[in-house]
């Protein structure tokens, strides 16, 4: 049954980032308050993590750019990012902000460089895989909403 | 209060329903009732957290701001918890926590924060929380909360 095999995609798709250490077991926690009520929080959280992360990526970026870095600045955000990351369960992203924030509290200009290009790398993979689990959720949707017709 | 909590069956990870709303943890004694408090807009972390504690049948109710927890509590509500994040932008998560206490508020209280630190633990269990604990609020947590309200 087509509705079975998306399920078990997921499913295998989120234990393939598992193991790969991209997320953690929070994710499930997320996905868990996914109701029929509300078919689309899944979705939407990731949506609003990208939004912040995106946001929150390029603010750290130009704070790390300018003429002088603005360490403060670039702390919180670490903060504001961690936070968010291991929320949803994006555990190497989460590490990655810990390392920025050493690095930025500490005042380490190299550090806080080192830093911001691994926490790229590590959102990007993160990204992909709620791109690619944002895809399933949806074709998921789709069908429970044509199965009611 | 002499209400009497209900008692709290968690529904585990095969979801509950999730009571929509926004952004305040706050128990109530009847269901149980958490206030909280998010830093930064809370974003998606809010998000999360609210969701989780009302898949549990937890009343939630978010304030702002430190100040608005001691209003809440000075104007007489009540809660069975209440989480509170360390950075707060004015009055701090333990200095709240002290204000709340001297005001008599008896509920458990949690202190949250994003980055483990051992002063901020000293400093919150000092100020009168009960537990500290760094992001994010994951079942393993909530659960035993939830069932130790219920006595």
Known sequence: MVGTDLRQQLNNYIQSMRDQGILDSQFQSVQALKTEENPHFVLETITGFCSDADNGIAQMTRYLEGPVVDFTNLTGLSHFLRGSSSSIGGVRMALACRDLRRASEANNKQGCIEGMARLKHEYNSLKEGLNNISQIERQLIGNAQRGRQ | ?151
């Open chain 2, 1 to 151: 209060m002499g209400a009497e909590v209900d008692h709290i069956c968690p529904t585990g990870m095969s979801g509950g329903s999730a009571e929509g709303n926004d952004k305040s943890e706050g128990f109530r004694l009847r269901p149980p009732k958490c206030l909280g408090r998010p830093y930064h807009n809370g974003g998606v972390c809010q998000i999360i957290q609210t969701g989780l504690l009302r898949s549990y049948g937890v009343e939630t109710e978010v304030v702002e701001t430190g100040e608005a927890v001691v209003e809440l509590i000075a104007s007489g509500a009540t809660f069975n918890l209440i989480i509170i994040e360390m950075l707060l932008p004015i009055l701090n998560g333990p200095e709240t926590v002290r204000q709340i206490r001297a005001m008599g508020a008896q509920g458990k209280i949690l202190g949250i924060t994003t980055f483990f630190d051992e002063r901020d633990q000293q400093e919150f269990l000092a100020a009168g929380a009960d537990e500290f604990i760094e992001k994010p609020l994951s079942p393993e947590i909530v659960i035993p909360i939830i069932r130790g309200l219920d006595n």
